[in-house]
């Protein structure tokens, strides 16, 4: 061409060539949609991950990207699963007690019992108080933990499991200062529960609470341990000495006594106080405690504390006499006092 122009040819391209370009094209467009997809599941599941090589061992919690991989729940029904095991070995209590009853003043003023005559009915001097908790058996011969407030004065104590045997039960023993109550029938080859370590559990992990609230035999709920530690006078019962695991699944009246378990279906605590008005503020005893406590009742029917503490009071002359004129007094006020 003209002006030192290079020649430019253009060609019409061939049927062939445009079959292949369109292959070539279709194979690059299906290998980036099958990436898109790829890339949206690892979105939609996280949890999703290649086989582990051979001779490879997965960790519980390990480590890609630099990022925390939590393990995927084995069972998506797993504490359906733990209840089926564990329910059966989870009681309700029914004990009944005899209480004496005042009569009001003015039933007793001699003035109104002649205006209304002598044979007018009059309430019942003793009235009989029942009260429904729940407990968990630990041998199968018949031992059972629940809380010492649900039996505590109790005359008569029946414990129902959860296949619709009715037992008569016997209090092993009860200590008030944890709340700890050992109850025994008669019966053989019962289901057991398996017990934990508690000093062991953590804020965050799971926890499944089973019971009898108000009477709603076998109820389940979950949540997780909010915190560990709490002390007696943090949870409102300073005459307890107890250190207490909080959860937020739910407790109501008629769980005490109850399992509290971990996701191994194991007893870590045992459910026994909430706060009035909250949510979310339940409390379970230690399964370490309780052991500790339940082998003493079951030993001597009784726990021993030691304490050591002070008491303030005022140094008046009545005090003053009675410190002095008590023969095993350590000591005697000699000082004068002013008032």
């Keep these: 061409m003209a002006n030192g122009e290079s020649e430019r040819v253009t060609r019409p391209i061939s049927p062939m060539a445009k079959s292949m370009a369109l292959v070539v094209l279709g194979a690059g467009i299906a290998m980036a949609g099958t990436q898109g997809v790829t890339a949206l599941n690892a979105l939609v599941q996280p949890s999703a991950m290649a086989a582990p090589a051979e001779g490879l061992v997965e960790e519980n919690r390990s480590q890609r990207d630099g990022l925390a991989v939590a393990p995927s729940v084995s069972s998506p029904n797993l504490i359906a699963d733990i209840v089926r095991e564990v329910g059966p070995a989870v009681v309700r209590i029914n004990a009944s007690r005899t209480v004496q009853t005042n009569l009001p003043p003015a039933f007793q003023d001699p003035l109104f019992r002649q205006f209304f005559g002598e044979n007018m009915p009059l309430p019942p001097s003793e009235q009989i108080q029942e009260g429904v908790g729940s407990g968990f058996i630990t041998t199968s011969d018949g031992q059972i933990i629940t809380n010492a407030h649900v039996v505590a004065g109790a005359d008569q104590v029946q414990v129902t499991l959860k296949d619709g045997r009715s037992f008569t039960g016997e209090v092993v023993g009860a200590d008030s200062v944890t709340d700890i109550a050992v109850i025994k029938i008669d019966a053989q080859d019962l289901p ?33 341990i909010s915190a560990t530690g709490r002390s007696s006078r943090e949870v409102g019962v300073p005459d307890k000495r107890v250190s207490f695991i909080q959860t937020d699944a739910a407790i109501n009246p008629g769980n005490s006594g109850g399992p509290l378990l971990n996701l191994n279906g194991e007893v870590i605590g045992v459910n026994t106080a909430i706060i009035q008005g909250a949510q979310g503020l339940g409390f ?10 339940s082998s003493q009742l079951i030993e001597n029917g009784r726990v021993e504390h030691a304490y050591l503490g002070i008491q303030m009071v005022a140094l008046s002359p009545e005090m003053k006499e009675n410190i002095n004129s008590d023969p095993n007094s350590p000591f005697t006020v000699e000082e004068e006092l002013v008032f």
């Design 192 to 224: 057991t529960v398996e017990l934990s370590d508690s000093d062991q559990i953590q804020p965050g992990e799971w926890a499944i609470a089973i019971g009898n609230p108000l009477g709603l035999d076998s109820t389940v709920t979950a949540g997780i």
């Design 284 to 293: 379970a005893i230690p399964i370490n405690t309780v052991e500790r406590i």
